[in-house]
């Protein structure tokens, strides 16, 4: 667990030497963006090892390469130190609670998975072979692009660069790959935990702010920012707390039924099928994805992912600033659209599936900003500025990432439309977001009935503290012009189609989430803009709008890829239902406020309708409290039998702790892969670089490939089935290409049964392999062929009872 400790003091104090960058970028930001200083950090520093290796093929990926860039980076940062001081030391003085806070989320969490993990750190089953891959390879790369561990003589065609972040991270260190699988998912964890906290916790930062600036009741509140107003911060600390846990601990309806279905069975709790709801498809929630572990693109970039959620925050709540002057002046403007360019350009290269969302989700708030701006009036000089902050963006974040978008073929094959058999129906979408669907509703439909009750208002002086006195004039504006409001027919039309949608259960099912996700998404805009008082309340309903929209986006068009003829929407809906879960837990987190906020209506009502108030909150909180507790039942359940085994030596069941990290060690005592735990320790121990080793093929999700998954060291042909996902746009370019896939695994079955020495010779050479690997799998998958021939013309580098590697003599 030392590892662990040393991944998380490391992050640490990257966060802390990147303050002067974090607090300048995230200057609107109500606590100057101190929760993401860490994810900011790490982000930026990986860049600037990254991009010079890209450029630069001789640059060497080494511990002092990663060093100096760590150096100078700290030089640029104590410059900064100097110019950002006094709102470094305001954050410290005036909110110190929350800065505790933030820092123990952050603690908490790493550790938290980090514990749970040491009861079954073992790197097999799943996918993590491939995730174990990537890493080591790129750990073991000395120049860049980092070469494919399943596919020799190429560079990896895949969304690496979060595995590289974790590699970084660990070379530093100085730990392996097979501790690092460990240390950085933990490590991960505790950076999305953070981030998240920040969001909801700087949303109602915000929000509490405005309102005793209107209010005036702290006179020191008057013209100081949130962060230098003591104890500003603390009222989002709640509120932050409940969007982790809803966010990556809570599990969703199913896995409630799954527990109930499974009580007194015999093969105990199935923690995996909530993840199998909609068939055909995948709806992984992050509890589920980091109690598996699951080292994938889209869970690895999930902290990112939410530190560009507070980006665009950042870009909403910025008071001056048209056209590209949205992102500041002067440094701060380069700053700001580099590092929004650069968190938003890296969402590609970690998982392509991120990019659209949180692109769009930017420059939404680009528009909603420059609208404001010009006083809520449409122009083509308003176009013109939307147009100019945005299209720097986009360009920026793709000229950033160059070097990658040129070496990776994606192996997207354009946009279907779904047949009306594939789309979801009601009720599996209730067992996914039930919880999270009651909350965002409820916020929704209580801001709409305050709104109703709201009596008209005309603008206050203490309206003006805070921004623009026609800003708070909506709900006049809206009130007078009665139901021929725009708020009104806009609010009609999302109900209207949530009707639709409900009656389409007994006359059109398949429609059903469609046109209730349509109208929720309508509904939520309306709200959006009637609430753009507080940009704060508003950006949270933008969140919930994002998340429908995306639900709904699913039912009618998905990504065509190598699934398309059996699962057609099986990554689309994985990936955006990710994403939604995400969106809709930092909305509802946030949203608690807002409700309970708008619980206080009664006061504003007749006293007759006040019991029908009272009566809906409790039947309102009883419902909450069912949903949450039906979603608890996930973490208390789930992880006991995510790491249950038989113990050989107690011959008892149970979990146990392993008090180590190393993914490696369960080989030690896996009769399956005799000695090949010594051999792989070996290998990394005394084969630098990168020469490409050849071992048996065979099925993927199996022991096959395991030598090049857990050394790094590439092979001629991995797991065959993924290599064709990665590669088939590549597969399909050319006939040449086609035909070096294709030959791959029976040219590997050529060199193990060939009894020629000069034919194996010939064919190695092809591939620049250097070494050959004969453990049990290559014995019981080639068991007619004679393996201890390779002796009389190879030199024998390793050899144990039960594996030799042989080497090609120089």
């Not at 790490?42 to 390469?65: D, E, G, H, K, N």
């Amino acid at each position: 667990m030392f590892e662990l400790l040393q991944m998380w003091a490391l992050v640490e104090v990257l966060g802390i030497i990147f303050l002067p960058l974090t607090v300048t970028v995230f200057h609107n930001i109500p606590d100057r963006g101190w929760a993401w200083s860490k994810a900011l950090a790490v982000f930026v520093t990986s860049f600037c090892v990254w991009w010079p290796l890209m450029v630069i093929q001789a640059l060497p990926f080494s511990r002092i390469f990663i060093l100096a860039v760590v150096l100078v980076l700290l030089a640029l940062n104590i410059v900064g130190f100097l110019r950002t001081r006094q709102t470094i030391l305001h954050i410290v003085r005036s909110n110190g609670l929350y800065i505790v806070a933030t820092e123990a989320v952050f603690l908490v969490m790493v550790f938290l998975l980090g514990w749970l993990r040491s009861f079954g750190p073992d790197i097999h089953s799943f996918e993590m072979f491939m995730d174990e891959g990537f890493l080591a390879s790129i750990m073991r790369s000395q120049h860049f692009p980092p070469p494919d561990m399943w596919y020799a003589g190429y560079a990896i065609n895949y969304y690496y660069y979060a595995h590289f972040i974790v590699g970084f991270l660990a070379k530093l260190l100085g730990q392996i790959p097979s501790v690092a699988f460990n240390t950085g998912i933990s490590m991960l964890y505790g950076l999305t935990a953070v981030s998240l906290f920040g969001v909801t916790s700087n949303v109602i930062s915000w929000s509490h702010h405005l309102r005793r600036q209107r209010q005036q009741v702290v006179q020191e509140v008057q013209g100081k920012p949130p962060h230098a107003t003591p104890g500003a911060l603390k009222i989002g600390i709640p509120f932050g707390l409940i969007t982790v846990i809803m966010a990556l601990m809570l599990g969703n309806i199913a896995s409630a039924f799954q527990w109930f279905h499974d009580r007194g069975s015999a093969t105990g709790y199935d923690w995996f099928n909530p993840t199998r709801i909609i068939p055909r498809t995948i709806n992984e929630f992050p509890a589920f994805s980091f109690l598996l572990s699951d080292f994938h693109a889209h869970v690895l970039s999930l902290a990112f992912t939410i530190m560009a959620i507070g980006m665009a925050f950042n870009l909403l709540l910025e008071q001056e600033g048209k056209g590209i002057f949205l992102f500041g002046r002067g440094w701060r403007l380069l700053l700001t659209l580099g590092a929004t360019a650069l968190s938003l350009g890296g969402l590609f290269v970690m998982n392509g599936w991120d990019l659209p969302t949180y692109m769009g989700l930017a420059i939404v708030c680009i528009g909603l900003q420059q609208w404001l701006l010009n006083k809520r009036r449409w122009s083509w000089k308003l176009v013109i500025d939307i147009a100019a902050a945005s299209l720097i963006l986009v360009v920026l974040a793709l000229l950033l990432f160059l070097p990658f978008h040129l070496t990776f073929i994606s192996p997207s094959q354009g946009i279907g439309i779904a047949s009306l058999q594939e789309r979801t129906s009601l009720r599996n979408e209730l067992l996914i977001y039930t919880l999270l669907a009651f909350v965002f509703l409820s916020l929704l439909f209580s801001d709409i009935i305050t709104r109703t009750f709201r009596p008209a208002a005309s603008p206050t002086p203490e309206d003006a503290i805070s921004s623009k006195a026609d800003e708070v004039s909506a709900a006049a504006t809206d009130q007078q012009e009665g139901y021929l409001s725009w708020p009104f027919i806009g609010t009609m039309t999302g109900l209207g189609f949530i009707i639709i949608g409900l009656a389409c259960q007994f006359i059109n099912p398949p429609n059903v989430t469609l046109f209730i996700t349509l109208g929720i998404t309508i509904t939520a805009i309306v709200a959006i803009l009637q609430k753009i008082d507080d940009r704060a309340h508003a950006f949270a309903l933008l969140l919930g709008a994002v998340a429908f929209a995306l639900i709904a986006g699913c039912e009618i068009f998905f990504l065509r890829d190598v699934f398309v003829d059996n699962n057609p929407r099986m990554n689309s809906v994985f990936k955006f239902y990710f994403q939604a879960w995400i969106l809709l837990s930092i909305a509802c987190g946030a949203g608690f406020y807002y409700i309970l906020e708008n619980f206080q209506v009664k006061e504003r009502i007749q006293s007759s309708l006040r019991y029908v108030m009272v009566g809906g909150k409790i039947l309102w909180s009883a419902i909450l409290l069912v949903l949450v507790l039906a979603s608890s039942i996930y973490p208390i359940v789930a992880p006991y039998y995510r790491f249950v085994r038989f113990d050989p030596v107690t011959r008892q069941t149970g979990v146990f702790r392993t008090n180590s990290l190393d993914g490696l060690n369960y080989l030690q005592n896996d009769p399956a892969s005799a000695g090949d735990y010594n051999a792989i320790r070996w290998l990394n121990a005394n084969i630098s670089g990168s020469p490409v080793i050849v071992e048996a093929v065979g099925d993927d999700y199996t022991g096959y490939a395991r030598i090049s998954a857990l050394t790094g060291l590439p092979t001629i042909m991995g797991w065959v089935g993924h290599e064709y996902q990665w590669r088939v746009q590549w597969f399909n370019r050319s006939d040449a290409n086609a035909a070096d896939f294709n030959s791959r695994k029976d040219e590997v079955s050529q060199i193990y049964s060939d009894p020629n020495p000069k034919n194996v010779l010939t064919i190695m050479a092809r591939y620049h392999a250097q070494y050959i690997y004969v453990g049990a799998l290559e014995r019981s998958t080639y068991s007619s062929a004679n393996l201890a021939r390779f002796a009389s013309f190879m030199q024998i580098v390793y050899h144990t009872q039960d594996v030799t590697i042989y080497k090609v003599k120089s």
